[in-house]
């Protein structure tokens, strides 16, 4: 895999009588107004595209030996320029540096500081050791998992913006959806184990994960998609041509400027 040079992307009283003490307990027990939502103008609707992991923690090793952090700058990069495109000029890559925990602070820093009003963190998926098995590529012992393939989507209830966070995470499912594209079911399974999650959206793959830092420690929406399994001998394939990298980044445009319209 070529080398991929780097940088960090920063962001960017008085007594009352009787009558007036009983409308007081009244109002208090009200509950207060809930503030409309401010208006989405796409050239100033401020998105961080999160490119998952670090070139030292790079995350998930693919079935034939590449690292998941390449898969998602890729993929991350390609989403920025279509969203950019699409009129969301004030999209930015976030790309960080160090090992795992460090980083995750790091991007939630960049992303608060730089009053983001959206996250999305790029990923691609894998599955817990136990279910890997083992073959040999390029004359290396290598580790695969072909019994589950498909995209997820996550979201936290501990993120201030659970609900509009699950709302977008629901728009980028259907569109996924409408593209052929299904989603892995298997995080509802035992056999996940402590990766086993929430299902929030059957129909099309959105889960709760409450512990994620990024979707959580944000404050701002923040959606996290793992794209698709690279432990998946098919699917890795897939997920590294071009058609199904622009099929993803379009779903997700679409899903964000629909989005913005209905805000």
């Not at 100033?44 to 030996?65: M, W």
């Not at 998602?72 to 000029?89: C, M």
């Amino acid at each position: 895999m070529a080398a991929i040079a780097l940088s960090l992307i920063a962001f960017w009283s008085w007594s009352p009588d009787h009558s007036q003490a009983a409308g007081t307990r009244k109002a208090a027990k009200a509950k207060p107004r809930a503030l409309a939502p401010e208006k989405c103008e796409p050239r100033k609707f401020r998105i961080v595209v999160d490119v998952g992991h670090t070139p030292d923690s790079y995350g998930a090793l693919s079935a034939r030996n590449d690292p998941e952090f390449g898969f998602n700058f890729r993929l991350a990069r390609l989403v920025t320029a279509k969203l950019k495109s699409e009129g969301f000029t004030a999209t930015r890559l976030l790309v960080t540096d160090g090992k795992a925990r460090p980083s995750l602070f790091k991007r939630v820093g960049a992303a608060n500081d730089g009053r983001a009003d959206l996250v999305l963190s790029i990923h691609h998926d894998s599955v817990p050791d136990k279910l890997l098995e083992t073959w040999e590529f390029d004359g290396a012992k290598s580790y695969f998992s072909d019994r589950f393939s498909g995209h997820s989507l996550f979201v936290s209830e501990r993120n201030p913006h659970f609900t509009t966070s699950l709302k977008l995470a629901r728009m980028i499912g259907r569109q996924l959806k409408e593209q052929g594209l299904h989603y892995a079911s298997q995080y509802t399974l035992p056999v996940m184990g402590r990766y086993r999650r929430q299902l929030l959206d059957k129909d099309v793959g959105v889960y709760r994960y409450d512990g994620l830092i990024v979707l959580s420690r944000t404050r701002s929406a923040a959606v996290l998609l793992e794209a698709g399994s690279i432990i998946n001998r098919d699917e890795e394939m897939a997920m590294n041509s071009s058609e199904r990298q622009e099929m993803i980044a379009g779903a997700v445009a679409a899903a964000v400027g629909e989005f913005c319209e209905r805000r």
